[in-house]
């Protein structure tokens, strides 16, 4: 014997999976687009960094300075442009639902300052050695060169020239 479906519930069902469907397709549809070119006074800067603040949104530049970010909920956001080399500046964007936006950039250069640099390295030989095949080996290198076997013979035949 078939079971005797109740026409209420049947429709009570449709209806809240008509309400969810169309719940989800408002929802998840509010995005729209950002592009642009971040350049400089001579050309592209590629690789720069556009981020959206206070969102986990962002791209880099590519090697021509264009940038696209997708999915963008809809609103009123600040955007961050950087690059190494550059002053970064922020824009506010509106962004529009299923529209893109397009935002050109120009960055100005800066000067970055470091500290000083100290290089060290060990002394290898004098200047008044001009002999042109001086080639210092020690017990520990003549261990670990290849096909060595820690023979001496054998790590004198490996080096370049003998």
Do not use: C
Not at 16 to 37: E, P, S, Y
Not at 56 to 61: C, D, H, S, Y
Not at 87 to 107: Q, R
């Amino acid at each position: 014997m078939l079971p005797i479906r109740n026409p209420k519930i049947m429709f009570m069902k449709f209806y809240t999976i008509l309400l969810l469907f169309v719940f989800n397709i408002l929802t998840f549809a509010q995005t729209g687009n950002l592009i642009g070119k971040v350049i400089d006074e001579t050309g592209a800067i590629p690789s720069a960094n556009i981020f959206i603040i206070n969102t986990n949104i962002g791209a880099g530049a590519d090697a021509n300075g264009n940038y696209r970010i997708n999915n963008i909920p809809v609103g009123e956001y600040e955007v961050r442009f950087s690059a190494v080399g550059y002053k970064t500046k922020v824009v506010n964007v509106n962004i529009l639902l299923n529209k893109t936006t397009e935002l050109n950039i120009t960055l100005n250069e800066t000067i970055i300052e470091i500290q000083s640099v100290e290089v060290t390295g060990i002394k290898l030989q004098e200047q008044s050695d001009t002999r042109t095949s001086l080639i210092d080996l020690n017990p520990r290198s003549a261990k670990i060169l290849p096909g060595a076997v820690e023979d001496v013979l054998r790590t004198l035949q490996s080096l370049p020239g003998v």
